[in-house]
């Protein structure tokens, strides 16, 4: 009986520890906040955070090796949308443009774009009752001639985890 008992409580430690290990990426992921700058103007925090980003066409099935095109999902806000939109249909070009996404303050992905223009301003929302329905979201198309990526690897705490990376691209 006792040896059944040790038995048990070892398992469930073993379990334990294995949850414990394969959820601290999870938990390190809700950490996650990201920013974005156009010009002079910084989206980040409060209700136009940036929630996600894709680097390239949104819709390629392949793999597009580095792309020039970003498309950033931002929570709606109807001001800046609108200042977005006039700067798209203007083809203002700005001298440059930043996303960052940082885990518990360290930034982990900084893209930095230079001669950027908004291809678009597309707005979206989605009823599904699990993910805020209804509430819009603004999703830009940013372009742009060059781009400096740097990758900073971490371990799920947030600490750095060696020296950055870095790949740059021209585009013509």
Known sequence: MKSTTAVRIAIVIVAFTLVSLWASPVEAQSNFTMSLQIGGTTYAGGAIAPSSFVWGPPTATSPQGV?????VTLA?????????????????????????????GTVVID???TDVHVESVRIAADNNPSVNPGQPNVILTLKFKSV??????????????????TFSAQFH
Request: glycine letters at 4%.
């Open 67 to 71: 792309s020039p095109e970003l498309n």
């Open 76 to 104: 709606a806000e109807f001001v800046d949308s609108v200042a977005l939109m006039e700067a798209a249909q203007s083809k203002q070009l700005f001298a440059t443009a930043e996303l960052q996404e940082l885990l518990l």
């Open 111 to 113: 893209i930095q774009m």
């Open 148 to 165: 400096v990526y740097t990758f900073q690897p971490f371990l799920p705490n947030g600490q750095k985890n060696g020296p950055p990376v």
